[in-house]
């Protein structure tokens, strides 16, 4: 079984970095991988603009506590930039994390999104 997933509605576009909120986070207990594709629409700033976007994946939604990182995105440093990964070791829950963002005056935005297989 595979079923399409988005962790991002819409773009977001983010000048610091932040991790996605808890309530958000998607429930993805009935899955054993998740192929994720990280799309960077724009990237900009001075002094060299860098980003670097982790998914987590944690056992509640209560606390910041206890998440761990499922799998890291190379670093991206150019607008229309799309990346993919594969996850396993899934727990209860994922989210987004935009680890890095680096450079003088950064934003990016980006839309996460991918399926999720049952194996």
Not at 1 to 25: G, H, I, N, Y
Not at 58 to 67: D, L, R, T
Request: glycine fraction near 8%.
């Amino acid at each position: 079984m595979a079923d399409e997933f988005t962790l991002t509605p819409q773009p977001v576009r983010l000048t610091a970095a932040t991790s996605q909120q808890l309530k958000d986070a998607l429930d993805v207990s009935a899955y054993d991988r998740a192929d994720v594709l990280l799309w960077v629409a724009a990237i900009e700033g001075t002094a060299s603009p860098t980003a670097t976007v982790r998914i987590l994946t944690g056992m509640q939604v209560e606390s910041e506590n206890g998440w761990v990182v499922a799998g890291t995105f190379t670093a991206v440093t150019a607008s229309n930039t799309a990346l993919a990964l594969a996850i396993t070791g899934l727990l209860k829950y994922m989210r987004w994390e935009l680890s890095v963002l680096g450079g003088t005056g950064p934003s990016v935005t980006f839309v996460v999104s991918g399926m999720l297989r049952d194996t």
